[in-house]
């Protein structure tokens, strides 16, 4: 007998929406105001950054400052660009509301993200997807990775039997230490290794989701 799970916890960027073009506008409004910085963001560089952590974006797209003004630098950009997409909001992946609004009838939803505080909350808010989740938890606001993160999730409403949906290896290793099974979103923006579950498209979601209640013990 198929024994349901008791939770489904998702990455935000690359697995629900795309915001990455109206993230670069933000982004190069902010560093017009920086004279030290002289290069203009794309999609292509936003995508590659989305999943890390400040220090690590601070290093991969401002080598040139000191580590403490990169930091510093990338801490602001994300902080305005939370305030731009409540106002533009992102781009939604194709059958995300109906997928999630099904889901939520049945399952527990959580995201986890390694954003800053108020990134979610603005997927959130302009998409009006709040209600389709029970909670949310973003790296700024533990200052943790998502490893931690998902299991601290598990650990506050008791999961035992849930999964991460994701889109990079971040996000497989985040939930192999948590041990619990990926899924992989194949649409998204990283590249992950044999992963065990592909998800091809986000509305197979609920489908996928009978089959490995299927196999889990």
């Not at 899924?183 to 998800?199: D, E, N, Q, R, S």
Request: aromatic share 10%; with cysteine.
């Amino acid at each position: 007998m198929r024994k349901k799970l008791d939770g489904i916890l998702f990455d935000l960027d690359g697995t629900l929406w795309d915001s990455s073009r109206q993230v670069a506008v933000s982004w190069n409004e902010t560093l017009k105001r920086y004279p030290k910085v002289h290069r203009e963001l794309d999609e292509r560089d936003i995508r590659g950054i989305m999943g890390l952590q400040v220090p690590e974006i601070a290093g991969k797209l401002f080598p040139d400052l000191d580590r403490s003004e990169s930091v510093e630098l990338v801490t602001k950009c994300c902080r305005e660009e939370c305030a731009h997409l409540v106002r533009t909001g992102g781009v939604l992946f194709e059958g995300l509301k109906e997928t999630l609004e099904h889901l939520s009838q049945e399952y527990p939803l959580f995201i986890i993200s390694n954003c800053l505080e108020g990134y979610i909350e603005s997927f959130l808010e302009y998409h009006k997807t709040a209600s389709y989740f029970q909670d949310f938890l973003a790296a700024g606001a533990t200052g943790k990775g998502k490893a931690y993160n998902i299991k601290k999730m598990m650990e506050q409403y008791t999961l035992q039997r849930c999964i991460y949906v994701g889109d990079t290896a971040g996000d497989q290793q985040a939930a192999k230490e948590a041990g619990i099974p990926f899924v992989y979103a194949v649409y998204g923006f990283g590249t992950v290794h044999a992963p065990c579950h592909k998800l091809e498209k986000f509305s197979d979601l609920p489908d996928l989701i009978k089959r490995i209640e299927e196999i889990m013990k």
